[in-house]
């Protein structure tokens, strides 16, 4: 029983680090725009292949202005568990461990900035946070035979068939727990659209000098006419929720 509970509270380490990113995520834009946070539905809202906003027409004139980044503008990017709040660095290094020693990936979480450009002085956008991958890793791991045995492989240095034998002798099999775990876990983790989550973004700006500047945000961008992209720049060095924006370039899409 003693390595039963062991299992478990592996899994409590691997639900953690879940909660964890989805806390961080969730804490990304408290001071902006808390009430506008919410959950996607739809996974195919996740990825909309078009842009159906109607921007403003005109002649915009020379040099750097509104004509020059209205439109939608977009950056894909991924984050890791390694890379969660100091906080949690015992339990993550501990899962990272384990990770390392199954020799599987570790997951990180997928990032969607898009933010469009709807007037001469107004962006609206949004960030989405795709977690499937530690949904799926938790699943593979504790709810298949496969993962369970190299779980336990990794943690105790057993080989697969002393696994076996083991959980025999806990009065189950290797395939009645990880079917039993597995439904377990998908009810407690919800669907996939649970581990999809949107945040709004808006801000007013100004133009100067090829750089966009916000009077509501915590960042800045610089155009780049060169390779015509955006890079975003934190306004202040000081500790900030979007400070892994900093240096993220955005292209038109």
């Not at 979480?109 to 991958?133: C, K």
């Not at 649970?194 to 610089?222: P, Q, R």
Request: with cysteine; charged share 25%; aromatic share 10%.
């Amino acid at each position: 029983m003693k390595r039963i509970t062991a299992l478990v509270l592996v899994l409590l380490l691997m639900f953690g680090c879940c909660s964890c990113g989805k806390e961080q995520q969730e804490k990304s834009g408290a001071e902006n725009t808390p009430e506008q946070k919410k959950p996607v539905n739809a996974i195919d809202e996740y990825d909309p292949d078009k842009d159906v906003y109607v921007y403003p027409e005109g002649d915009w004139g020379e040099g750097f202005t509104y004509g020059t980044i209205r439109g939608r503008w977009r950056a894909d990017f991924s984050y890791s568990i390694q890379e969660l709040p100091e906080g949690n660095a015992q339990a993550i290094k501990r899962v990272v461990k384990i990770l390392n020693a199954m020799n599987e990936e570790i997951p990180e979480f997928q990032y969607r900035v898009m933010m469009r450009f709807i007037d001469e002085s107004h962006m609206e956008g949004r960030l989405t946070v795709d977690m499937r991958s530690i949904r799926d890793m938790v699943l593979e791991l504790f709810g298949t035979e496969d993962g369970i045995l190299r779980l336990y492989g990794a943690m105790y240095g057993f080989s697969r068939n002393e696994v076996s034998y083991i959980i025999q002798q806990q009065g189950t099999t290797v395939e009645e727990l990880a079917q039993q775990v597995r439904q377990v876990l998908e009810v407690q983790s919800g669907g996939e659209e649970a581990f999809i989550s949107t945040e709004d973004l808006k801000g007013t700006y100004t133009l100067a000098d090829n750089n966009i500047l916000f009077v509501d945000c915590k960042f800045d961008m610089e155009y780049n006419p060169a390779d015509d992209t955006l890079t975003i720049h934190m306004q202040e060095e000081n500790p900030s929720d979007y400070n892994f924006f900093e240096g993220l370039i955005l292209t038109r899409g």
